[in-house]
Nanobody, 114 residues
Framework: VQLQASGGGLVQAGGSHRLSCAAS????????MAWYRQAPGKHRELVAA???????NYADSVKGRFTLSRDNGKNTVYLQMNSLKPEDTAVYFC?????????WGQGTLVTVSS
């Protein structure tokens, strides 16, 4: 299983940005895909997760600003980030959880300038 994340970059505060993560390989169709992030000097934290059935879960810090969606046909998730804040600056990691296995993509840096 491989996860290919894309979309990192520099954004101004208040702006919007979208991250994508495509999963490839062989894995059970019932799964959860998620985005985590890790800011400098901080632990990695869950940003948002979505099940293959479409149920979503968001960190309180991003509720109302971020939207996670998925295209099961493409095994791809999209994280739409609106009203970005400097504190959203972090390396964002894509994750796929299938049964007891967990797979990680490479991180992609999102920098929000004030």
């Amino acid at each position: 299983v491989q996860l290919q994340a894309s979309g990192g970059g520099l954004v101004q505060a208040g702006g919007s940005h979208r991250l994508s993560c495509a999963a490839s390989g062989s894995f059970f169709r019932i799964n959860t895909m998620a985005w985590y992030r890790q800011a400098p000097g901080k632990h990695r934290e869950l940003v948002a997760a979505i099940t293959s059935g479409g149920t979503t879960n968001y960190a309180d810090s991003v509720k109302g600003r971020f939207t996670l969606s998925r295209d099961n046909g493409k095994n791809t998730v999209y994280l739409q980030m609106n009203s970005l804040k400097p504190e959203d600056t972090a390396v964002y990691f894509c994750n796929l959880r299938v049964l007891r296995d967990s797979f990680w993509g490479q991180g992609t840096l999102v920098t929000v300038s004030s």
